[in-house]
Nanobody, 115 residues
Framework: QVRLVESGGGLAQPGGSLRLSCVVS????????IGWYRQAPGKQRELVAR???????DYTDSAKGRFTISRDNAKNTVYLQMNSLNPGDTAVYYC?????????WGQGTQVTVSS
């Protein structure tokens, strides 16, 4: 049974930064591509950034140049460094493998960007 635990969210001012962490247990972590997703109030969950098992990364246009996804396979952890935050980044952030693997979602971590 895979378990995903996200942390690192909180309140940030516009222009500020946060670093999110996602610890994966119950799977051989290294072979899976992992993404960071977010869901804002009243909106569908969307993929923000993704990293493959080999370390290749992809970002949505809104994240490019501001967010950096990385992984530490020794720690079974994926990170999302978020810089230049704006109120549009306010959402609950989740990590997960590519959705066709069918992993259950974790509890997510709330990110609120407000002055």
């Amino acid at each position: 049974q895979v378990r995903l635990v996200e942390s690192g969210g909180g309140l940030a001012q516009p222009g500020g930064s946060l670093r999110l962490s996602c610890v994966v247990s119950g799977r051989s972590f290294t072979i899976y591509p992992i993404g960071w997703y977010r869901q804002a109030p009243g909106k569908q969950r969307e993929l923000v950034a993704r990293i493959t098992s080999g370390g290749s990364t992809d970002y949505t246009d809104s994240a490019k140049g501001r967010f950096t996804i990385s992984r530490d396979n020794a720690k079974n952890t994926v990170y999302l460094q978020m810089n230049s935050l704006n109120p549009g980044d306010t959402a609950v952030y989740y990590c997960n493998a590519d959705l066709h693997f069918g992993w259950s979602w974790g509890q997510g971590t709330q990110v609120t960007v407000s002055s």
